[in-house]
């Protein structure tokens, strides 16, 4: 069974198991949140022995060759020394809130003065720092056109952050963030190909980015958007999406209403079935998924027996779990 050396301590996992685990198991505080990979919360550094390939997928590549990896991916098959990200390589970003705007009952907006030399893409996400805890939202902004970052938070129960951005967060507080991280995001490698976009919920925030930002850089092909909710007010920025498509010739939005009750203005059904029950061949295709984690992970499936081809999908999964606590200062 692999050793596991961190902070002057030795620890034995048991077979199989990940870093995140087993220290968790020992009553090592370690930070993490989705534990599934995506949110980056539980990054380490190896500082002898060599993190798996599954642990390091996601992490951009100056970290990868600093050999950064992800606590809850990598179940090591040889001793290992870690340690906790260098404060150089992960730096906090001090930002402030600029606008805040309720979308619908329960997703707000909210613009974020965008930090000198911030680099990201659209649809990429940022770790957002609260006193000790920390919850992964999506940039819904386009940098070359926006001069603020946008997010679109939806409150969770009992979730903290969201909570308090939505009771309490006002303009000029400052905020707290780093990133930016993932790969769900638009790049110029073949502006005539066709853009599948699915989304629940806030998940249309990264969609909002990511078509905008295609059409910005000139994307030929067309481009379509189905976004869902179970009733007509889980939609949002629905007159905006609609203009959108007005302006633009291969952009197209379909609304989607998977409670029932939809009117002629909506389609009735879940949001991932009316795309492929409309588009059911994908071949060629593009594909960004976003949202609520059980419908990203089945369309994934979807989609890819559809013919899409697994390098063309790119999943965001939002996983509405209690905030991450964390033990990081700026």
Not at 2 to 19: A, G, M, N
């Amino acid at each position: 069974m692999p050793r596991i050396r961190y902070q002057q301590r030795t620890y034995v996992l048991k077979d199989d198991e990940s870093v995140l685990d087993g220290l968790t198991r020992h009553g090592v505080a370690v930070p993490s949140s989705c534990r599934g990979g995506v949110c980056q919360t539980c990054l380490m550094r190896a500082v002898h022995g060599d993190p798996s390939e599954i642990s390091q997928r996601g992490i951009k590549e100056s970290l990868r060759e600093r050999r950064y990896f992800l606590a809850c991916a990598c179940r090591p098959g040889a001793d290992m020394e870690i340690a906790l990200p260098d404060d150089n390589d992960l730096p906090l970003i001090m930002t402030e809130v600029i606008g805040k705007e309720p979308l619908n009952q329960n997703i707000s907006r909210f613009r974020l003065r965008a930090p000198h030399g911030f680099v990201y893409r659209a649809g990429q996400f940022i770790n957002l720092h609260h006193h000790e805890h920390l919850r992964s939202y999506s940039l819904a902004s386009v940098p070359q056109t926006d001069n603020y970052l946008e997010l679109h938070v939806q409150r969770i129960t009992a979730g903290r952050i969201s909570g308090w951005l939505h009771d309490k967060c006002k303009a000029g507080d400052p905020l707290i963030l780093h990133g930016p991280f993932g790969d769900c995001h638009y790049s110029k490698r073949d502006i005539d190909q066709t853009l599948l976009l699915i989304g629940t919920g806030s998940g249309l925030a990264p969609l909002w980015g990511i078509a905008r930002d295609a059409l910005a850089q000139g994307h030929r092909g067309a481009i379509h958007l189905f976004h869902g909710s179970r009733d007509a007010t889980g939609l949002y920025l629905i007159g905006a999406l609609r203009r959108l498509a007005q302006r633009h010739r291969n952009f197209h939005y379909t609304p989607c209403v998977s409670g029932g009750g939809a009117s002629g203005n909506y389609r009735s059904g879940r949001a991932d079935e009316i795309a492929l029950k409309q588009f059911p061949h994908l071949q060629g295709w593009r594909i960004f998924l976003c949202g609520n984690a059980e419908m990203v992970k089945s369309a994934k499936k979807k989609v890819f027996l559809a013919g899409a081809a697994l390098r063309d999908i790119h999943a965001d999964p939002f996983e509405f779990s209690a905030d991450a606590h964390i033990a990081a200062t700026p």
